[in-house]
């Protein structure tokens, strides 16, 4: 069984910073990507940026020069940091692990942790 820690969500006044984090606990062999992904109400959960066990990124253009995804491969974390926050940037934050190997001879499953709220003041 696996599950995904995250910490770190709250208020901020807009130009301020955050930083989230998001453990991936249980019996893991290998993660693929590991990212974050935010939702607000009504609308899909969009990606925001991800991170491969290689170090490749990729980021939504709207945070592209404000946001830092970091990963830790050996302790499967992964760190988004957020500066200079846009009320726009108001949302629940969603870590995400994909494809991930509990066993050497099984399939991969995806998970997802159950989100931090992120609230950006005007």
């Known amino acids: 069984q696996v599950r995904l820690v995250e910490s770190g969500g709250g208020l901020v006044q807009a130009g301020g910073s955050l930083t989230l984090s998001c453990a991936a606990r249980g019996s893991i062999v290998s993660v693929n990507a590991m990212g974050w992904y935010r939702q607000t109400p009504g609308k899909q959960r969009d990606l925001v940026a991800t991170?491969?066990?290689?170090?490749?990124?990729n980021y939504a253009d709207s945070v592209k020069g404000r946001f830092t995804i970091s990963r830790d491969n050996a302790k499967n974390t992964v760190n988004l940091q957020m500066n200079n926050l846009k009320p726009d940037d108001t949302a629940v934050y969603y870590c995400n692990a994909d494809r991930v190997y509990t066993t050497w001879s099984g399939s991969p499953r995806t998970y997802w942790g159950q989100g931090t709220q992120v609230t950006v003041s005007s």
């Open positions: 991170i491969t066990g290689a170090g490749s990124t």
